[in-house]
């Protein structure tokens, strides 16, 4: 199995930037999909952005499509999240998963090992 440790997080100005890390150990990374889901107060965890364990192939939500990027380090067994043009509507707990590599999908029932998650908060 993988241990995940988000960092990043932080408070925020409307159209700020942030770039989430994170830091995996344990079993090599390059046997996983990697995800990043958010879950803001009183609403359910969604999905973000995939990356696929090679790197190649990428999802992202469509209400970060265009402002987040999603990237990998696997000799650095690290995942990044790089967020631009934050909106207060970005403001949640952000998770970074892991999937095994055989599988697919962004439901975040379909991903084996969770981090704690890192704050993100956007003021207006």
């Known amino acids: 199995q993988v241990q995940l440790v988000e960092s990043g997080g932080g408070l925020v100005q409307a159209g700020g930037s942030l770039r989430l890390s994170c830091a995996a150990s344990g079993r090599t990374l390059n046997t996983y999909n990697m995800g990043w889901f958010r879950q803001a107060p009183g609403k359910e965890r969604e999905f973000v952005a995939r990356i696929s364990n090679s790197g190649a192939v990428l999802y992202y939500a469509d209400s970060v499509k265009g402002r987040f990027t999603i990237s990998r380090d696997n000799a650095k067994s690290t995942v990044y999240l790089q967020m631009n043009n934050l909106k207060p509507e970005d403001t949640a707990l952000y998770y970074c998963?892991?999937?095994?590599?055989?599988?697919?999908?962004?439901?975040?029932?379909?991903?084996?090992?969770w981090g704690q998650g890192t704050q993100v908060t956007v003021s207006s």
């Open positions: 998963a892991a999937q095994i590599a055989s599988a697919r999908g962004t439901n975040w029932r379909a991903y084996d090992f």
